[in-house]
């Protein structure tokens, strides 16, 4: 299923500037699994979020792999990535480069951990904790040696679902090491612990890669009043993706009608609300 992100505005009438935010959406493509969505928490965590984004967007996460996964707790990741993958011997290095994510001040919406929430600082396999690793929590309550709320599962929840099922004791697929052998990373010797593989034959093929992708930035809703009553609305786009502008007349609503469908740019898109009436609540919708 296709992820739809909603960009929510209530407007009461017209005579003052009203604004509306929603969090930058990134997917992880996780091969032999599918892909799942989330949606990071930008204004409430900006420090966690950006350090994040740039972990991404500078491709740190290219080849990345979980390297942990307790089915009734959390899947780590952040922290190691496999050179020469594809080609020549492939080896265990430490992502190194990647900003801190810190905790920031208390805001985020989600004040507690739950099923597919994103949090920094995790404790890792030997009880440190390693100041860029994040988890994803695969239960329903506080996920061990999670910090802040970062990040929520916008959709995908079956994919993520699966990482409930390894096991130590699984025969065929969705293994988990339970006292994996010592591992050199950069030479160094790193004792992993729950380090999940596809199926039982414990190669480098066989762990559970996880690239990150960013499929759109931090948006940003504002509708003003224009001229004659007219409304004025404005919206930072999501690229390449269908932005559908939509607006009811009452809430709850049961039939939110289109006003605008345009493929954004990345750029500022402008709509002008020629209708007066006296009050239409607006809303951005992205297909994902």
């Not at 959390?74 to 480069?97: C, D, E, K, Q």
């Not at 396999?125 to 929520?152: I, K």
Request: with cysteine; aromatic share 12%.
């Amino acid at each position: 299923m296709n992820a739809v992100q909603f960009f929510p505005l209530l407007l009461s009438g017209c005579l003052a500037v009203t604004t509306g935010f929603a969090g930058s959406v990134v997917q992880f493509n996780v091969p032999g699994y599918g892909q799942f969505q989330l949606e990071l928490f930008d204004r409430e965590k900006p420090v966690a979020v950006g350090n994040f984004l740039h972990a991404i967007t500078n491709g740190l996460y290219s080849n990345h792999f979980f390297h942990r996964c307790d089915p009734a707790g959390a899947l780590h990741g952040g922290s190691y990535w496999v050179t020469n993958r594809f080609v020549g011997s492939p080896a265990l290095s430490a992502i190194v480069g990647a900003p801190a994510l810190t905790n920031d001040p208390p805001g985020s919406p989600v004040t507690s951990n739950f099923f597919g929430t994103l949090s920094a600082v995790c404790t890792n396999a030997v009880g440190g904790q390693w100041p860029f690793e994040w988890c994803l929590n695969l239960g329903d309550g506080p996920a061990p040696g999670s910090g802040a709320v970062f990040g929520r599962l916008l959709s995908g929840a079956s994919v993520l679902q699966q990482f409930r099922l390894f096991s130590v004791t699984n025969t065929t697929t969705n293994l988990l090491r339970s006292s994996p052998p010592t591992i050199p990373v950069d030479d160094l010797p790193v004792s992993f612990d729950k380090l999940p593989f596809r199926r039982t034959n414990t190669v480098f093929s066989n762990l559970v890669f996880a690239d990150i992708q960013l499929l759109g930035a931090g948006v940003r809703l504002d509708v003003q009043p224009g001229t004659n009553g007219q409304r004025v609305i404005r919206w930072n786009s999501f690229s390449n993706r269908p932005n559908v502008l939509e607006f009811t007349s009452a809430l709850p609503a049961t039939n939110w009608q289109p006003a605008l469908t345009t493929i954004g740019m990345g750029t500022e898109i402008q709509f002008v609300d020629t209708n007066t009436a006296a009050m239409r609540h607006y809303r951005v919708r992205v297909d994902f």
